[in-house]
T-cell receptor, first 114, second 116 residues
Framework: DTGVSQDPRHKITKRGQNVTFRCDPI?????LYWYRQTLGQGPEFLTY????????KSRLLSDRFSAERPKGSFSTLEIQRTEQGDSAMYLC????????????FGPGTRLTVL | GDSVTQMEGPVTLSEEAFLTINCTYT??????LFWYVQYPGEGLQLLLK?????DKGSNKGFEATYRKETTSFHLEKGSVQVSDSAVYFC???????????????FGKGTLLTVNP
């Protein structure tokens, strides 16, 4: 069990640039979640995959955000035309079909938009 | 919608003191309740959980009891250690029948600092 990994751990970008984050869930975890956490707040749900299907998206996920999980394994989260308000920690979590409500979190990707 | 309210921090205690972090929730269905912990520089870790009313979750000396009548899930520990210094998040997962999304709704977190 190598845990959930995320890459990169830190990303600094200029406003208007596109960024892409990657999440590798624990092997055989079929559920994958993305959350966003801003300073002083708890994580907020962004989107959810079961295998390769994206089954729910939060209203927080504007049209500039897109997420994929093409083979039901790793997932990517892309933000187009970044804004300063996108600065946050982006967290990925995964869970098994046997204990679906126990989510294991990755270390997060901290995005800073200048 | 679902929401979680937890006591404002920061909380500062001396080693071996008793800890309580209050958490109350609002949910439309039958939620499972969780406490997650985030140690400095690390990711969120599940500390304990309870899936139905009157369940008690426990781990590493921490306990929390699912109280449906008061919609609460307060975290307690009888004797804290310096190594317990971290941010603690209360969360719920309100899985509704027919769905498969166990998304978590978190409180804002409570920073605990334990001094030797």
């Amino acid at each position: 069990d190598t845990g959930v990994s995320q890459d990169p751990r830190h990303k600094i970008t200029k406003r208007g640039q596109n960024v892409t984050f990657r999440c590798d869930p624990i092997s055989e975890h079929n559920r994958l979640y993305w959350y966003r956490q801003t300073l002083g707040q708890g994580p907020e749900f962004l989107t959810y995959f079961q295998n390769e299907a994206q089954l729910e998206k939060s209203r927080l996920l504007s049209d500039r955000f897109s997420a994929e999980r093409p083979k039901g394994s790793f997932s990517t989260l892309e933000i187009q035309r970044t804004e300063q308000g996108d600065s946050a920690m982006y967290l990925c979590a995964s869970s098994t079909p046997f204990k679906p409500n126990e989510q294991f979190f990755g270390p997060g990707t901290r995005l800073t938009v200048l | 919608g679902d929401s979680v309210t937890q006591m404002e921090g920061p909380v500062t205690l001396s080693e071996e003191a008793f800890l309580t972090i209050n958490c109350t929730y609002t949910a439309t269905g039958y939620p499972s309740l969780f406490w997650y912990v985030q140690y400095p520089g690390e990711g969120l870790q599940l500390l304990l959980k309870a899936t139905k009313a009157d369940d008690k979750g426990s781990n590493k000396g921490f306990e929390a009891t699912y109280r449906k009548e008061t919609t609460s899930f307060h975290l307690e520990k009888g004797s804290v250690q310096v190594s317990d210094s971290a941010v603690y998040f209360c969360a719920l997962s309100d899985w509704n029948s027919g769905g498969s999304n166990y998304k978590l709704t978190f409180g804002k977190g409570t920073l605990l600092t334990v001094n030797p």
